[in-house]
Antibody, heavy 117, light 108 residues
Framework: EVQLVESGGGLVQPGGSLRLSCAAS????????MSWVRQAPGKGLEWVSVIYSGGSTYYADSVKGRFTISRHNSKNTLYLQMNSLRAEDTAVYYC???????????WGQGTLVTVSS | EIVMTQSPATLSVSPGERATLSCRASQSVSSNLAWYQQKPGQAPRLLIYGASTRATGIPARFSGSGSGTEFTLTISSLQSEDFAVYYC??????????FGGGTKVEIK
């Protein structure tokens, strides 16, 4: 059974950092496109970042230069390092499998990041 | 960058009735269009991909149609568990993470 479990969310002050994790089971993270998608309170879905099986990474303009996506192959885990956090980064962050030519077919349960002083 | 527009923003439907949701892309996305259902406090769930293929375990009352720039999600007979927010998403053109703004299906 495919499962994605996020962790690492919480309350952080503006300018602070946080690292999110997404532990996968039932498939191999390094063989797939893996994305982070976020949802601000009461708002729609916004794609944040993707990592390709070959290791290439891409980011939404809103987070470029501040967020870094990575993975640990032996732990089968995806990460999102978030630095210089802003109030507008407050959202539930989901990891999901999928990207170009492939829908987001599996999603984690999400982890809430709140940026506030 | 492709913009996905969903209409209506809110759809009020009685249980047992048919619901028709629309999604328009600002340029052609071929058939690389997905629909997701999201209930409060839950992650989105893939319903339809390839514009018309139901994902695993999705009931037959959900159907998708369209190609190019115009797409439709139809729920043939709404059940209580179908009241939720529905999002479309194109995964054809760069960047493929473009979601529509969502349609909330509420009880009439």
């Amino acid at each position: 059974e495919v499962q994605l479990v996020e962790s690492g969310g919480g309350l952080v002050q503006p300018g602070g950092s946080l690292r999110l994790s997404c532990a996968a089971s039932g498939f191999t993270v390094s063989s797939n496109y893996m994305s982070w998608v976020r949802q601000a309170p009461g708002k729609g879905l916004e794609w944040v970042s993707v990592i390709y099986s070959g290791g290439s990474t891409y980011y939404a303009d809103s987070v470029k230069g501040r967020f870094t996506i990575s993975r640990h192959n032996s732990k089968n885990t995806l990460y999102l390092q978030m630095n210089s956090l802003r109030a507008e980064d407050t959202a539930v962050y989901y990891c999901a499998r999928g990207w170009i030519q492939l829908p987001f077919d599996y999603w984690g349960q999400g982890t809430l990041v709140t940026v506030s002083s | 960058e492709i913009v996905m527009t969903q209409s209506p923003a809110t759809l009020s439907v009685s249980p047992g009735e048919r619901a028709t949701l629309s999604c328009r892309a600002s340029q052609s996305v071929s058939s690389n269009l997905a629909w997701y259902q999201q209930k409060p406090g839950q992650a989105p769930r893939l319903l339809i991909y390839g514009a018309s293929t139901r994902a695993t375990g999705i009931p037959a009352r959900f159907s998708g149609s369209g190609s190019g720039t115009e797409f439709t999600l139809t729920i043939s007979s709404l059940q209580s568990e179908d009241f939720a927010v529905y999002y479309c998403q194109q995964y054809n053109n760069w960047p493929p993470g473009a979601f529509g703004g969502g349609t909330k299906v509420e009880i009439k």
